[in-house]
């Protein structure tokens, strides 16, 4: 049987033992600053070439920017509340 809480998991293993660990988000495959700075690098050499206004270059930047953003904020909240240490009980000997 598995439950989930918000921050956790709840495991109960076959052998009696509750497992209690933090929720494991997964990892990027790839570099996730790969396409921020090719987007800016293109981006701002189009604009610097002329080829492009400021508005047309302000769209191809500004996703990318509020990405980076959302990603700060994302690594400073997970900086600020770490994940708790995962926990095993016996229940055997609580009961």
């Known amino acids: 049987m598995r439950a989930s809480t ?3 998991v709840v495991r109960r293993r076959p052998d009696g033992i509750v497992q ?5 988000f997964g990892s990027p495959a ?4 790969a396409g921020t700075v090719a987007a800016m ?6 604009f610097v070439a002329t080829l492009v206004t ?11 920017l509020a990405a980076e953003v959302w990603r ?3 690594v400073r ?4 509340f770490p994940p ?10 609580i009961a």
């Open 41 to 46: 690098l293109v981006g701002s050499a189009l």
């Open 77 to 80: 909240r997970a900086l600020r």
């Open 30 to 33: 790839r570099d996730p600053y």
């Open 20 to 24: 209690i660990a933090p929720r494991r």
């Open 54 to 64: 400021l508005p047309v270059w302000l769209a191809i930047v500004a996703p990318w």
């Open 84 to 93: 708790a240490p995962v926990e095993d009980l016996d229940l055997r000997r």
């Open 72 to 74: 700060a904020r994302r």
């Open 6 to 8: 918000s921050h956790a």
